[in-house]
């Protein structure tokens, strides 16, 4: 088989499912590992797809809508919000991103916190904070009535004028070869100012977002961030983060 047929045929099952490993693949194919890897290699190379840990998965172009991920890994999810709810003591303020995972810690700190001040662009994250806080800003801007959140230049002018404790903050991708990645330039702007207003920068990640590649990369951190995760890191990534020097915290760790 040529090569130019078997990367035909490894992009098409790329394609068909999240992930590929090797291991399938050379059944598949009925070549060696290594001949595999190295295919792997060669598409990763021209931007094709995502080679990771074992094998492959697509570079996606665009987020899961909200009330699809929503569904994905709940209770991963309910973990890295529990141990937020940890981190996070009353009285504090904390700056609150959009989307799911977000979501569940802001549920977590509803539970158990008191007094706290809040900015966030996510309409249901305030009313959900509301229980639990003393005062909460919604940050202006344009609605974005897919994830029901404000976004854009307003929003960026809004939240440049606070400073707070905590930042609470979602990525769309996490990989040891472009590391924090986002699906739009609005979001990845919007979150990168979260963490610079925050003293401590909490980065909340379930296993679903790892070798995952949005096609925005997010700018550098100036700051030390912690990465709060609900399964361990694969070990690619993990080294990926050292270099970077972001610290990761498992959620469910006892």
Known sequence: MLPSER????????????????????EKLGVSRETVRKDIEQLAQENKLNQVWGGATSIRTEEPPMADRSLTNPEGKAQIGACVADQIPDGASVIIDSGSTTLAAARAL???????????????????????????????????????????????????????????????????????????????????????????????????????????AMKPFSRPATLIVDTPLPPDISEALEELGVISLLANAK
């Open 7 to 26: 990367h035909a045929i490894i992009l098409r099952e790329v394609s068909r499912q999240p992930a590929v490993s090797i291991r399938s693949l050379t």
């Open 110 to 216: 509803a539970e158990v916190r008191n007094n706290l001040i809040i900015y966030t662009n996510d309409l249901t994250i305030a009313s959900v904070m509301s229980a639990a806080a003393s005062e909460v800003t919604l940050l202006g801007g344009r609605l974005d009535f897919a994830e029901n959140a404000t976004l854009g230049l307003d929003t960026l002018d809004h939240l440049s004028r606070y400073h707070a404790e905590f930042a609470l903050v979602g990525v769309g991708g996490l990989s040891a070869r472009c590391g924090f990645t986002d699906f739009s330039l609005e979001a990845a702007n919007l979150r990168h100012l979260m963490i610079q207003r925050a003293q401590n920068p909490l980065i909340l990640a379930d296993s679903s977002k790892f070798d995952v590649i949005g096609q925005i």
